[in-house]
């Protein structure tokens, strides 16, 4: 039982790069969360799906894309990455919503 | 607005000394409430939560939280800290209704002084 596997676990992107953050999980989970942490301003939600085919936006979207094929995976696309993305990304899942599992998160940094 | 307040961004403590770290939300309703710890480099890992009931809970490592509802509090307690419990800890919310995702306050930074 793996439960929330993040990849990769350190990432440096160019601006204007593209590429995707994935997370897996092995729970049986319906919600899954993407968050990103910076100094200071705790862990913001970017997006969250409710179950496959479900997602939704949450408090800083810009700039990422998500979409959930699958119950077990979650991925987050940068579009064109941008220096404001530097940060560290966590990926969570949870069975109905509540206590959330967390993966061990990719720090990103975009030059 | 919906918010939810870590009012001690940094606290030290010396080792064996008592610990309270405070927790605010603004919510319409009670939400749903937990606490993280996050050790340097790694994810988060759920200390205790409080969806009803007793408004004293227990979690794990020793450490409990209290909620107030007259407050909109829930501060996370330890009676003797441990120098293993530096780390910084994450109060969250699920709203009662709406979007089931976590929000987080800013976090508050313990160190533990030997």
């Known amino acids: 039982n793996a439960g929330v596997t993040q990849t990769p676990k350190f990432q440096v992107l160019k601006t204007g790069q593209s590429m995707t953050l994935q997370c897996a999980q092995d729970m049986n989970h319906e919600y899954m969360s993407w968050y990103r942490q910076d100094p200071g301003m705790g862990l913001r939600l970017i997006h969250y799906?409710?179950?496959?085919?479900?997602?939704d936006q949450g408090e800083v979207p810009n700039g990422y894309n998500v979409s959930r094929s699958t119950t077990e995976d979650f991925p987050l696309r940068l579009l064109s990455a941008a220096p404001s993305q530097t940060s560290v990304y966590f990926c969570?899942?949870?069975?109905?919503?509540?206590?959330?599992?967390f993966g061990s998160g990719t720090r990103l940094t975009v030059v | 607005a919906q918010s939810v307040t870590q009012p001690d961004i940094h606290i030290t403590v010396s080792e064996g000394a008592s610990l309270e770290l405070r927790c605010n939300y603004s919510y319409g309703a009670t939400p749903y409430l937990f606490w993280y710890v996050q050790s340097p480099g790694q994810g988060l890992q759920l200390l205790l939560k409080y969806f009803s009931g007793d408004t004293l809970v227990q979690g794990i490592k020793g450490f409990e939280a209290e909620f107030k509802r007259s407050q909109s509090s829930f501060n996370l307690r330890k009676p003797s800290v441990h120098w293993s419990d530096a780390a910084e800890y994450f109060c969250?919310?699920?709203?009662?209704?709406?979007?089931?995702?976590?929000?987080f306050g800013s976090g508050t930074r313990l160190q533990v002084q030997p």
């Open positions: 969570a899942s949870s069975l109905q919503g509540f206590g959330y599992t």
């Open positions: 969250a919310v699920v709203p009662d209704t709406g979007r089931r995702a976590l929000t």
């Open positions: 799906s409710v179950g496959a085919g479900i997602t």
